[in-house]
């Protein structure tokens, strides 16, 4: 069952990233704790794969915003399962909900930093083609990408700067 994160669930979430990215497992361990405690956490965008009572799968959108500007955008990161869960639908139910949720909040897009070949089944495309730039952070540039949720919308153009909690 995919539902909204309670406060609870956070040291199973904590864990969760920890066991399910290997050895940058405690890198995003304290990346999803840094997101929790700030200004860039949106609480009613965070997921869990709940499985009898258990936290097998979390994503979270956090907020990032548009060089020299303060424009703000939405990007989904990070999306975790535990390694005994994964290949079984979580993480997709995940980021369907993240989508879902974001669109129904009446946001435009939903940036994320991910492998093309996974992502691209849900509609996420390459951002620089639709003029939204990657974080110099950005390990590769072909896997920022975006989602367009509103065709009609006027998309914000620019570098993307990601919150501090992605740049330590």
């Known amino acids: 069952m995919i ?10 979430i904590v864990e969760l990233h920890r066991e399910a990215f290997g050895h940058e497992g405690d890198r995003v361990a304290r990346l999803a704790g840094e997101l929790l405690g700030s200004e860039w956490y949106e609480p009613e965008l965070s997921f869990v794969s709940d499985v009898d009572g258990t936290v097998v799968g979390h994503v979270m959108s956090t907020w990032s915003r548009i060089e020299g500007s303060d424009v703000r955008v939405l990007q989904l990161s990070p999306l975790g399962v535990l390694p005994a869960h994964q290949r079984r639908g979580h993480g997709s139910a995940l980021v369907r909900a993240s989508l879902e949720a974001v669109r129904a909040r009446g946001e435009p897009l939903l940036l994320l930093e991910g492998n093309p070949a996974y992502y691209g089944r849900f509609g996420f495309v390459r951002a620089g083609e639709l003029g939204l730039l990657p974080p110099p952070q950005t390990r590769y540039d072909w896997a920022f990408q975006v989602a367009v949720l509103d065709p009609g919308a006027e998309l914000p153009q620019g570098r993307v700067v990601y919150s501090p909690p992605f740049t330590r």
């Open 3 to 12: 539902r909204v994160a309670f406060e609870r669930d956070w040291p199973a």
